[in-house]
């Protein structure tokens, strides 16, 4: 896949492992500055650039999520939980960080503020084919095993 580097802190995304679904992303600014970091706070999101335009592939998308670490050690999470980067977008990348963790664990022991400096991986991304399709307004779906039985319908 093509990118454009837009920003000289811009890294090129890897992946961490050979059989990785995802490749990383990393910080080229921080809350819109290119030289230092900043905590991401509880309640107070924080807007990472990546410097990287994508030029994704007609009948593709990439999809950014959350990093799992950032997750479980620190509460962190990407603000619209999964980013749709369509193959017509053609601008930077974006990465909006929130917090949801309290500053105390279960125990009472104090979790450590999450930092992200610039070069920092901030998230993941992968390609997936989207296949286009059509609709058909019908008066009746067709029949299934489970019908329209909804949440917790499959059992405990």
Request: proline letters at 4%.
């Amino acid at each position: 896949m093509k990118i454009c580097k837009l920003n000289e802190n811009a890294k090129t995304p890897t992946y961490a492992h050979e059989n990785d679904a995802c490749f990383d992303l990393y910080a080229a600014t921080v809350a819109g500055n290119s030289h230092i970091g900043q905590i991401v706070y509880d309640g107070s999101p924080l807007i990472c650039g990546t410097g990287l335009a994508f030029e994704v592939p007609p009948g593709y998308a990439m999809l950014v999520f959350s990093r799992s670490g950032h997750g479980f050690k620190h509460g962190v999470r990407l603000s619209n939980c999964v980013g749709v980067v369509d193959a017509e977008f053609s601008g930077e990348v974006m990465v909006q960080l929130t917090c949801d963790a309290p500053s105390e664990d279960m125990w009472g022991k104090e979790l450590p503020a999450y930092k992200v400096n610039i070069g920092d991986r901030i998230a993941q991304a992968m390609l997936v084919a989207v296949p286009r399709v059509s609709f058909q307004v019908v008066e009746q779906l067709g029949l299934t095993e489970r019908g329209t039985g909804g949440f917790g319908s499959s059992g405990v």
